[in-house]
């Protein structure tokens, strides 16, 4: 049975590829219900592409469709109309929170630097 916990992954959880896939393959597991945005998606490709230019991006974006058909009802959307209510110390950050907020999960994964 799946589990009705929802988590939604930072961006800087999936730039690594051995995080991305563990944490892939616990989506799978159906122990929580994975999310992410297309910003999400769109700023670990950035990141990782501009660190690794002889990536393709061409790959890279089959790597999000894929992750994307694998886990279900995992990309959010509306999120955006909270953005601006909320106020964090990098700004940068708020898309993710308000994503959890409107997808209603109960925590976000990511790691601090």
Same mark, same amino acid.
């Given at each position: 049975?799946? =589990?009705?916990?929802? #988590? #939604?992954?930072? /961006?800087?959880?999936?730039?690594?590829?051995?995080? !991305?896939?563990?944490?892939? !393959?616990?989506?799978?597991?159906?122990?929580?219900? /994975?999310?992410?945005?297309?910003?999400?998606?769109?700023?670990?490709? &950035?990141?990782?592409?501009? &660190? !690794?230019?002889?990536? =393709?991006?061409? !790959?890279? /974006?089959?790597? &999000?469709?894929?992750?994307?058909?694998?886990?279900?009802?995992?990309?959010?959307?509306?999120?955006?109309?909270?953005?601006? =209510?909320?106020?964090?110390?990098?700004?940068?950050?708020?898309?993710? #929170?308000?994503? /959890?907020?409107?997808?209603?999960?109960?925590? *976000?994964?990511?790691?601090? *630097?």
């Amino acid at each position: 049975m799946a =589990s009705n916990l929802a #988590v #939604v992954y930072d /961006a800087c959880v999936l730039y690594p590829a051995p995080l !991305r896939d563990l944490l892939m !393959r616990l989506a799978l597991t159906d122990l929580y219900r /994975a999310k992410w945005t297309n910003e999400i998606h769109d700023e670990w490709i &950035r990141n990782l592409l501009a &660190r !690794r230019p002889e990536l =393709s991006p061409d !790959r890279l /974006a089959g790597t &999000r469709e894929l992750m994307n058909r694998s886990v279900r009802d995992s990309l959010i959307s509306g999120y955006e109309h909270l953005i601006e =209510s909320i106020k964090l110390p990098d700004p940068d950050d708020r898309h993710v #929170v308000a994503a /959890a907020i409107h997808s209603g999960s109960e925590a *976000i994964i990511t790691f601090l *630097i």
